[in-house]
């Protein structure tokens, strides 16, 4: 697994990679509900979702932008986590 520090935080490269790329490009720069079901399927690829998963995506949470929509099914599918 790679990872990448921001801030002197780790946090998963994979999932930063899948959130930079649904963010940039075509479209209106913000995650959408595929997207963000896409991030935590990423997030549940193992066992369960690690320590590091989680707070790579509340950075994501935090960092990025996302439809109203999807900013709901993300911090539903989080509080579940």
């Not at 997207?35 to 590091?52: C, I, N, R, W």
């Amino acid at each position: 697994m790679a990872y990448e520090t921001i801030d002197g935080q780790k946090y998963e490269k994979e999932l930063l990679d899948l959130a930079r790329k649904h963010t940039t490009g075509r479209g209106e720069g913000k995650l959408s509900k595929d997207e963000v079901a896409e991030l935590f399927k990423s997030a549940q690829d193992g066992p369960g979702v690690t320590e590091t998963e989680k707070n790579t995506l509340a950075y994501i949470r935090n960092a990025f932008e996302f439809t109203d929509a999807a900013a709901a099914d993300f911090d539903a599918a989080f509080a579940k986590l």
